[in-house]
């Protein structure tokens, strides 16, 4: 699977966000006296991802007033944010198949069995709540 990597370079304050087939990975450069040097750039945080382009445009809306002019795909915003602004724009475009329970806060997933039913109880709790899965499958 793809992946969505946060990048930063050593002595410059923005992120950058890229996409790609492989994890990120530079090797850190050895000097002439046999020392480790500056990386050329740091990865800050990977993300694997079914699809890439669509995590990037969702993170072009929700980290709108972070981009850097002039430069695509980079944000002044901390690391922090931008992963947060990562994790949920592949929430929303793929959500995943548990739910959490607004009254005892575990998550669980719903028997196969009742998938179609509009509400589902919890297994923790036994608190009726709305399925948002509930005809999709």
Do not use: K
Request: glycine fraction near 4%.
């Amino acid at each position: 699977m793809p992946f969505v990597s946060i990048l930063a370079a050593p002595g410059n304050a923005h992120l950058l966000v890229v996409g790609s087939a492989v994890p990120v990975t530079d090797p850190q450069p050895i000097t002439a006296e046999g020392t480790f040097g500056e990386r050329p750039r740091i990865v800050v945080y990977q993300r694997e991802v079914p699809e890439p382009e669509p995590v990037i445009a969702r993170l072009h809306t929700v980290l709108a007033t972070s981009r850097v002019a002039g430069e695509a795909d980079a944000y002044d915003c901390p690391a922090t944010v931008a992963i947060r602004a990562v994790e949920i724009a592949t929430s929303e475009l793929w959500p995943p198949n548990r739910l959490r329970c607004q009254y005892c806060q575990h998550y669980f997933v719903p028997p196969i069995a009742e998938m179609q039913r509009m509400y589902v109880a919890c297994p923790h709790c036994h608190n009726p709540m709305l399925n948002p899965r509930a005809g999709l499958v």
